[in-house]
């Protein structure tokens, strides 16, 4: 799969000065991308071994890594 940066440049809506930007939109996005896989095999829920419900890590990371992109 080509990556969408040289076709971005080549019409002007991607520059040099957005590099960081994009850097840090793919880096969450393969964040997001992992922890979904992993949501796949295992629970959103965990209990503790003191009997509390808590939301799964990976849950808490793909939450995170989403409302990086969509910002």
């Known amino acids: 799969m080509e990556t969408p ?7 002007g809506i991607l520059t040099r000065i957005d590099r960081a930007a994009l850097a840090g ?3 969450s996005w393969g964040r997001w991308v992992e922890a979904e896989r992993k949501l796949v095999e295992s629970p959103p829920l965990l209990r503790t071994p003191a009997g509390y419900v808590q939301l799964s890590p990976w849950l808490k ?3 995170r890594e989403r409302e990086f992109m969509l910002r």
């Open 5 to 11: 940066g040289p076709g971005l440049d080549a019409i």
């Open 61 to 63: 990371i793909a939450n």
């Open 25 to 27: 939109y793919c880096q």
